[in-house]
């Protein structure tokens, strides 16, 4: 086994020579299997070895971090077995135990566990690091509660019947992807449709348990019934919508393809593989999904948009959650994407979003102005929303009338009055404007200026005595200048009633569990803005990856914040026509800190890491 994995690692260049004899050089002094010694001495990572050895052998692999176990489940083996074999049973589909195993070829585990429970074993591939944990984890003593009674396991592709579906290889990416399948609990029953109030328990990493309310959805049944005959697809659904809240998910994919059909969730900005259904649950699931977001289940030429909302009960305090559904035709199917409003992460408070203190400084004061435009702008996800809601929250007073025109409304704020968008009717961001004039508005809040005649009419408001609070979508703070004539807004508009602009981007913060010093060249932290004396003495953090991080080194986002004040020297800038060069060059003589420069900030705290800055910003 040791020689052929050593040839193929050396094959497709994921060690040197060098780096394999010295592992195998360790192999024979202190034991242990080639792929576990590699990861110790930090060649490589467990996600590789195990889409390596999943390729070499024809076998499934699985990320065993990301799902619960059920604990009935995990008592089919005892702990003294899981041990001396190295392996955690994941599922059992009828007379199928899908067993997760550091080696599957070892065939006096698969014969023993056979003979013990009486099953038959469908071995799948997991990293020995996170077998060994996972053991921890489930025999400690503690009780596992089930997700709403079936937990999902991977990469087999079991289908309810116990026969195998159709199995792909680990693409090896690092994210635990390849094919995977969905435990289906056999209790299951064709009644549970009727169900018009399900109830579900799950625990979380701390042990907390969290109570799932499906608000009662008014569908006809019989219809759901046609669309969805396996109860297991309403389970399934259920399962996804709550874990993608427990693993701090914003999004949910479903996505179709000829031959497979991947579910994904963005953690964090980044998305993650989760698992790989049967095929036969592709078009079920994607119905039911429509169903419950009341869209039209047979018009599947057009895109559609909806809502669903759950309720969550936690610790007896109920919560409510909407998702946002998006379908989208593609080539072999609909594309279904939920985004996850979860008020509960809303920040409101400002001064923990991010800001440099100048830059908090200046947006503060700007909001605080009787009249004006503040525009905040960056690309989609970058965060524009929260950062405008707590520009709201903290203007949002008893002798103020604040009206918003959004598209969508994301959340619900006490004391404001949100309008949602309903472009079918002639409801858009200039209609809603001309009616807001009309209301005795304080402050307005526009969703998006995305034409020029939203836009005139936001500057005109803002000229008029009202606070106008918009988003765009350019690069950086003094390119909206730019933007907002290129639709056609007369310089002198532009520079008469625009107060402040801000570019923001979102970026990952490096796990504070795991979180570990690491050497960065001087020279590399020059190229990046820090100055040579700087470089020389600054500590550069990393996440080495761990349980609460899902092993991404990664927990949680912060903002950088570009600040632009418009001050009287940038007005006759614009008034002339400068380029967005020329303001760059000038706010940054006047003070401004770059995008660049709050991600080389949030260095010196420590916070993130330089892959992300320089992902995120340019010099």
Request: hydrophobic share 40%; with cysteine.
């Amino acid at each position: 086994m040791s020689a052929k994995l050593g040839e193929i690692l050396v094959r497709e260049n994921l060690v040197t020579p060098q780096q394999l004899r010295e592992a195998l050089d360790y192999q024979r002094t202190s034991g242990g299997r080639l792929g576990s010694n590699l990861v110790k001495l930090g060649i490589l990572s467990d996600d590789v070895i195990t889409a390596v050895l999943s390729r070499q052998y024809g076998v499934p692999s699985i990320n065993i971090d990301l799902f619960q176990i059920d604990d009935e489940v995990v008592k089919l083996i005892s702990q003294e077995v899981a041990l001396k074999y190295t392996v955690l049973p994941i599922s059992k589909i009828g007379a199928t135990l899908t067993l997760a195993m550091a080696d599957p070829t070892n065939v006096f585990a698969t014969d023993d566990i056979k003979f013990m429970t009486g099953l038959n074993v469908e071995p799948v591939i997991a990293s020995e690091a996170s077998i060994q944990m996972a053991i921890g984890k489930y025999y400690s003593g503690s009780t596992q509660i089930d997700i709403f009674e079936a937990a999902l396991a991977f990469d087999t592709g079991v289908s309810k019947n116990g026969k195998n579906s159709k199995n792909g290889n680990g693409n090896g990416n690092g994210n635990g992807s390849g094919k995977r399948p969905i435990k289906v609990d056999e209790r299951l029953s064709d009644s549970d449709l009727d169900v018009s109030l399900e109830t579900f328990n799950f625990a979380d990493h701390d042990g907390d348990s969290f109570e799932l309310l499906q608000e009662n959805e008014e569908i006809d049944l019989a219809q759901l019934q046609k669309q969805s005959e396996d109860a297991p697809v309403v389970r399934l659904v259920n399962v996804l919508m709550v874990d993608s809240l427990r693993r701090g998910a914003s999004d949910i994919h479903v996505e179709p393809y000829e031959k497979d059909f991947r579910i994904r969730f963005r953690i964090d900005g980044v998305l993650y593989d989760v698992m790989h259904p049967p095929m036969s649950l592709r078009d079920p699931l994607i119905s039911r999904l429509k169903i419950m977001a009341k869209l039209n289940i047979s018009e599947k030429r057009l895109p559609q948009d909806g809502r669903i909302k759950i309720k969550v009960k936690v610790d007896d305090r109920s919560r409510e959650l909407d998702f946002r559904v998006s379908t989208l035709p593609t080539l072999f199917g609909e594309k279904v994407v939920l985004r996850l409003l979860d008020k509960d992460k809303l920040m409101l408070d400002m001064s923990k979003l991010g800001f440099e203190p100048e830059s908090l400084e200046k947006f503060q004061r700007n909001i605080a102005n009787p009249y004006g435009m503040v525009l905040v702008t960056g690309p989609t996800g970058s965060g524009k929303t929260n950062t405008l809601y707590s520009a709201l929250q903290s203007l949002n007073t008893s002798e103020t009338n604040i009206m918003t025109a959004e598209d969508p409304v994301e959340f619900n704020l006490e004391g404001i009055n949100q309008v949602q968008m309903k472009e079918q009717i002639g409801l858009n961001f200039a209609a809603a404007l001309r009616s807001f004039l009309r209301q005795d508005p304080n402050i307005i809040l526009v969703g998006e200026i995305r034409d020029f005649e939203t836009a005139e009419i936001a500057i005109k408001a803002a000229l008029t005595g009202h606070l106008v609070l918009s988003t765009l979508h350019t690069n950086d703070a003094p390119s909206t200048i730019s933007r907002l004539v290129n639709m056609g807004i007369e310089p002198f508009l532009v520079a008469t009633s625009v107060n402040i602009i801000q570019a923001q981007r979102l970026i990952r913060r490096v796990c504070y569990n795991c979180k570990e010093e690491v050497h960065f060249p001087p020279e590399g932290l020059v190229e990046i803005g820090f100055g040579e004396e700087e470089s020389r003495t600054l500590k550069m953090y990393k996440g080495r990856g761990c349980d609460i991080c899902l092993n991404t080194g990664y927990k949680g986002r912060i903002g950088l914040y570009e600040v632009m004040e418009v001050t009287d020297e940038l007005r006759e800038l614009i008034i002339i026509g400068a380029s967005a060069i020329e303001l760059r060059r000038k706010a940054i003589e006047l003070g401004m800190i770059t995008l660049r420069g709050s991600g080389l900030c949030k260095l010196r705290e420590g916070v993130t890491t330089v892959e992300e800055v320089v992902k995120e910003t340019v010099v």
